[in-house]
């Protein structure tokens, strides 16, 4: 008699010829795994009367000893992997991440030591100071859009306030709110009303008895200069934003944000929208010299890194499951998914969309995982997690981490910081408030492009009383700051969510440098 054991445990066996019998002892087996033993035994041991016992009339033994030769080699493979991997994959998990850190991540000597701005500290436009400033050092958030619509405003090329307009109607009561209105002045008509390509739709837009914008009408060249007629592309663009949804009373162009608001919750303007972002994001970033400010080799390779280590393990595990003729359901798909992981490899991505690729890595893995459970040693099973752990964290570490700043680009960002600082504590704000309303409409378009405008919003108006403040017509800027913020936000990730990529946003603070 022969027999071949096939388990992940060790095996005892005592075979006894006389009384035609084999007592095999195991340790317990484990969850997930299972205990097999192959016999050949001869052939006069059976009679042909046991209805239960299937006769094949054929010589099997040379093709058993093939099929339990190719097994040995398999296990001879995972005992090598169950080596290999835990002596390559841990070391790899703790010391590339490092080496690169050390290398590429670590910042330049401080060469600027304050803690307070007390005025601003560079004249770049805000959404270039949001750009870098944010969490994705060189890539405008929608505070980037808002403060630039702000300092148009406060530059003379809008007129801002607030109207109060009925809500809602309940029995004989009316519930009112605030509308904010944008008022174009002639210096933004004159800007507008530049020859180009733009020029007949937009006028051809306002003058149609219902606002029509798609992506057709207003579409942004990014092959546009930098500057049009006095003022940035991006900025030029803001203003053909806001035209496409104004409406002509009295010889003046007007926007009300109530109105706007309507036309973007429709479904082909909420997408427009998204796109004609995307687009403008483009225009603010070539106004960024960011070889200047921040370099960003670590964290490229750290982000490789990242995407490698998540790949090999994919592979490990497809490879074994392949190797031990393991059947996963959804294979095809499962590898589909991660082709297209890597392709993304090969476009820009924000923070959002990295969490994005890891979770769906983290769906490939653990679904390749259970499968092939019962051939992982311990070892090689911890390997493979510290491993994922550690490109997880590489891919979703901010850019800042793994680049570093310049010595100019570092200085440009203490102090962005310092003056957000400054902005933030009240204690320095009430003792040194800004001396006029014009430096107040200034602080509010940075602090919105910083994304702190709602602390420095609570701030002031601890200085200053409401009634003042609604007086000196500080306030539509406050309304601006909060209601185009929160709703742009909305806008962007009700458009995204339909399978597109995610655009960053929201209100936390940064790290930046212009040029």
């Keep these: 008699m022969s027999y071949w054991f096939h388990s992940v445990t060790e095996e005892n066996a005592i075979y006894n010829p006389a009384g035609k019998y084999l007592d095999v002892r195991t340790s317990s087996i ?153 008022e174009f002045t002639d210096k933004a008509i004159d800007v507008i009303s530049e020859t180009g390509p733009e020029k007949n739709v937009l006028f051809l837009l306002y003058e149609k008895p219902k606002i029509i914008v798609n992506k057709k009408d207003i579409k942004i060249n990014k092959r546009i200069g930098k500057t049009v007629k006095g003022i940035k592309n991006f900025e030029y663009y803001s203003l053909i934003f806001l035209f496409g949804f104004s409406r002509e009373k009295g010889g003046k162009h007007r926007v009300s944000f109530n109105t706007l608001e309507k036309e973007l919750k429709k479904e082909f303007v909420n997408k427009w929208f998204f796109e004609f972002y995307k687009d403008w994001n483009i225009l603010v970033e070539k106004h960024i010299n960011i070889n200047k400010i921040f370099l960003p080799k670590g964290d490229i390779y750290l982000k490789t890194y990242g995407l490698t280590a998540i790949a090999a393990i994919i592979f490990i595990l497809a490879a074994l499951s392949y190797v031990f003729d393991i059947r996963v359901i959804g294979m095809p798909d499962i590898l589909g998914i991660f082709v297209c992981i890597i392709l993304l490899l090969f476009k820009d991505k ?38 994922f752990a550690s490109a997880a964290i590489s891919l979703l570490l901010p850019d800042k981490i793994g680049g570093r700043w ?110």
């Design 30 to 182: 484990p969850a997930h795994n299972y205990f097999e033993i192959r016999l050949v035994m001869p052939e006069d041991w059976f009679d042909g009367s046991n209805e239960n016992i299937r006769y094949i009339s054929e010589d099997a033994m040379p093709e058993i000893l093939e099929i339990e030769h190719d097994y040995e080699n398999k296990k001879r493979i995972l005992s090598m992997l169950s080596v290999l991997i835990p002596l390559i994959f841990i070391p790899a998990a703790v010391l590339i991440p490092f080496l690169v850190y050390y290398k590429h991540g670590r910042e330049p000597r401080k060469d600027y030591e304050g803690i307070y701005e007390r005025e601003i500290p560079y004249d770049d436009p805000p959404a270039v100071v949001n750009a870098v400033m944010r969490e994705d050092t060189g890539k405008p958030t929608i505070e980037a859009f808002t403060s630039t619509i702000m300092d148009l405003a406060r530059r003379g090329y809008l007129n801002i306030s607030t109207k109060k307009i009925n809500a809602k109607k309940l029995l004989l009561f009316d519930k009112t709110k605030d509308d904010l209105i944008i």
């Design 406 to 515: 310049t010595p100019y680009g570092r200085t440009y960002y203490e102090k962005w910081e310092a003056f957000g600082n400054f902005l933030k504590d009240f204690s320095q704000m009430e003792r040194y408030p800004p001396k006029s309303i014009v430096l107040w409409e200034h602080f509010i378009v940075y602090a919105t492009a910083l994304g702190i405008a709602d602390k420095v919003i609570k701030n002031m108006q601890l200085i200053i009383q409401k009634e003042e403040v609604e007086s000196l017509g500080i306030y539509a800027y406050l309304a601006v700051a909060l209601s185009f913020n929160h709703y742009f936000n909305s806008v962007i990730s009700t458009a995204s969510s339909g399978g597109v990529g995610g655009v960053g946003g929201g209100a936390g603070g940064g790290g930046g440098g212009a040029g």
């Design 350 to 387: 924000r923070s959002g969309e990295w969490a994005i690729i890891v979770a769906a890595s983290a769906l490939v893995i653990f679904g390749l995982m259970p499968p092939v459970f019962y051939i992982l040693t311990f070892p090689v099973l911890i390997s493979l997690i510290i491993l």
